[in-house]
């Protein structure tokens, strides 16, 4: 029969032996999330138009058109969110069709047309949405406000082009601008402030003056 002591040095034993393998499974995990060493960046050229103005870059081939955009051009309207194409704070378009410029690489765009928040009018000459977004505090602190602009632009041109949306009751007809059509295909744009109702209000009233 073991004595007291052997039986606390028996469970002290167990308590190591379970701790190393509790560590071991972490060591394991750490060393395979290890990234592999990316090199030297390999460079390449694209050419493209922004706001009208064309350019020619030499860029790392792994710079997303959104950090093309700010980090290179310096055209900080358009915002850094997620990063991951989750929040629509980086809305640019791209030949007049709305994208998540963070999803896409600079270099997957050469000859191509984008049109950022600077570029669809300033504070002398501002696009009607930019202006119905004043008008109706579509915005708070605003970080969100150049993606749903740009956005909000294309959704209007979507409609009046007719192409449905997952709440379009009527695949083939005509499309009306309607709050839940506004609202569906806004989705994609998260605003944390929450002035989503004052959004749909503003993208109304450019709707209305443009019919
Ligand atoms: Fe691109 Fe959020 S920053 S979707
Ligand atoms: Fe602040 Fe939309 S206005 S996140």
């Known amino acids: 029969m073991p004595t007291p002591r052997e039986l606390d040095m028996n469970r002290r034993d167990l308590m190591v032996v379970?701790?190393?393998?509790?560590?071991?499974?972490?060591?394991?995990?750490?060393?395979?999330?290890?990234?592999?060493?990316?090199?030297?960046?390999?460079?390449?050229?694209?050419?493209?138009?922004?706001?009208?103005?064309?350019?020619?870059?030499?860029?790392?081939?792994?710079t997303t058109l959104l950090d093309a955009l700010r980090e290179h051009l310096h055209l900080t309207?358009?915002?850094?969110?997620?990063?991951?194409?989750q929040c629509g704070a980086c809305t640019v378009l791209v030949d007049g069709q709305r994208i998540n410029s963070c999803l896409t690489l600079a270099i997957m765009n050469p000859g191509a047309e984008v049109t950022t928040i600077e570029g669809l009018g300033g504070v002398e000459n501002?696009?009607?949405?930019?202006?119905?977004?004043v008008k109706h505090d579509g915005f708070q602190c605003g970080y969100c406000t150049p993606g749903q602009i740009c956005s909000g632009v294309a959704v209007l041109d979507e409609i009046k082009a007719g192409v449905p949306s997952h709440v379009s009751a009527d695949l083939t007809g005509a499309m009306a601008v309607t709050e839940a059509e506004i609202r569906e295909r806004m989705s994609g744009n998260i605003c944390?402030?929450?002035?989503?109702?004052?959004?749909?209000?503003?993208?109304?009233?450019?709707?209305?003056?443009?019919?």
């Open 77 to 85: 309207g358009t915002k850094k969110g997620c990063d991951h194409g």
């Open 192 to 211: 944390r402030c929450g002035a989503y109702s004052n959004i749909v209000e503003a993208m109304t009233e450019v709707a209305g003056r443009r019919a």
């Open 18 to 62: 379970a701790g190393a393998c509790a560590a071991f499974p972490a060591t394991v995990t750490g060393t395979r999330a290890q990234p592999a060493p990316s090199g030297k960046p390999v460079l390449s050229e694209v050419s493209f138009s922004v706001n009208g103005q064309s350019y020619q870059l030499e860029l790392d081939t792994r």
């Open 126 to 133: 501002l696009h009607p949405m930019q202006a119905a977004f």
